[in-house]
């Protein structure tokens, strides 16, 4: 049975009713992802509890491997997943923004799923050190309470607007891999191509939030839902989950452009329980598992041959710009540290 160590606060929404589904459908499966060895599996994992339940749940009853998760934000896991390099304790290591896992691919091991055939290819990792999971553009969440038709925000260049000021959510990137990814959308956005033309705008971007950042992504995205802030920063599946529920918000792709980067799942190198960890990456990427995440769950499949979940804009019809991935993880540090600065730049110029 599904064990869960959660060392976060967990945002009020529910997959409950996906969770039950996926077990009955279980149950009465054919157990094609029967383990030749049931015995256990341990994930680290960033994702919201009844996301991760909904999912390994099904897993545990096709194969009988019994699975922990240990919940946590990514950057902790990955600086986990480092520190216990000499002897593992996790297996997997399931979510995480491409740029976040590709300075941290030294630690996992290559393995190359057998639906790769299948994946989007600009999405998959040369090395295969990690898997495409899904797709994740970042998206402004608003209030509609708090935020009238004539007002919504448009673009980048809108959060500036004076009015805003103190009533924008947004996560520390060095906490949270999705605010991670929309620093650095902002950089490649408003730098137009070029990220470092970027920290003007992210300078006042800072100011724009009042120099202050929220502990994980999760408040984000509830804060917003709840009336606490008017506009938040965050990732589209969270967004599309409270707007499917009658939450009154609605979302916003900003106009200057969003980055559509894969998170992943990675094989801890020197994994305890290697063979139920493939087992376990190609269940949660095969066609009928995405299909049931992109219908019920609101994400983006990592495949080719899963369409997007009714309700949600045809990528066609969202203006995608490129960014870097190897770049954003090369310079993570460099780039943490620069934000960090500039927040307590302003910190200090405004006590």
């Known amino acids: 049975m599904l064990e869960l160590h959660s060392q976060r606060r967990w945002p009020v929404v529910s997959w409950s009713r996906f969770a039950l589904a996926v077990v009955a459908f279980a149950a009465s499966s054919s157990g094609i992802w029967a383990s030749p060895n049931p015995a ?69 091991e290559a393995y190359r799923s057998g639906n790769q055939a299948s994946f989007v290819a600009r999405y998959i990792d040369p090395g295969d050190r990690y898997t495409p999971f899904t797709a994740i553009p970042t998206v402004f969440m608003f209030n509609k309470n708090l935020v009238s038709p004539a007002e919504y925000p448009k673009s980048w260049a809108g ?15 060095a906490l949270s891999s999705s605010s991670f990814e929309a620093l650095v959308n902002m950089l490649f956005a408003m730098g137009q191509g070029k990220p470092e033309d970027g920290w003007t705008y992210v300078t006042k971007f800072i100011d724009s ?27 589209e599946e969270a967004a599309a989950i409270y707007l499917r529920q009658g939450a009154p918000v609605g979302i916003v792709y900003p106009a200057e452009g969003t980055i559509v980067e894969p998170d992943g799942v990675a094989i801890i190198a020197g994994a305890p329980n290697r063979g139920n960890a493939r087992l376990f990456v190609d269940f949660v990427t095969s066609r009928r598992v995405q299909a049931k995440i992109a219908r019920n769950l609101n994400r983006r499949s990592c495949r080719t041959d899963v369409p997007a979940a009714s309700g949600l804009l045809d990528i066609g019809a969202i203006r995608v710009i490129p960014g870097d991935f190897k770049w954003a993880g090369t310079n993570r540090e460099e780039i943490l540290g620069n934000f960090g600065n500039l927040v307590r730049a302003w910190r200090t110029e405004h006590r």
């Open 40 to 108: 256990s599996l341990v994930v680290y994992c960033p994702h919201p509890r009844d996301f991760i339940n909904a999912i390994v749940q099904e897993f545990e009853v096709e194969t009988g491997i019994k699975v922990e998760v240990v919940a946590a934000g990514t950057g902790e896991l990955l600086r986990r997943v480092e520190a216990e390099k000499a002897s593992p304790l996790g297996d997997v290591l399931w979510g995480g923004s491409r740029a976040s896992l590709e300075i941290y691919k030294q630690y996992f």
């Open 209 to 235: 939030l009042g120099g202050k950042l929220l502990a994980g992504s999760s408040a984000v995205y509830s804060g917003v839902a709840y009336g606490e802030y008017a506009i938040g920063v965050t990732f």
């Open 159 to 173: 959060l500036l607007d004076p009015k805003w000021r103190g009533m924008i959510a947004f996560a520390d990137p």
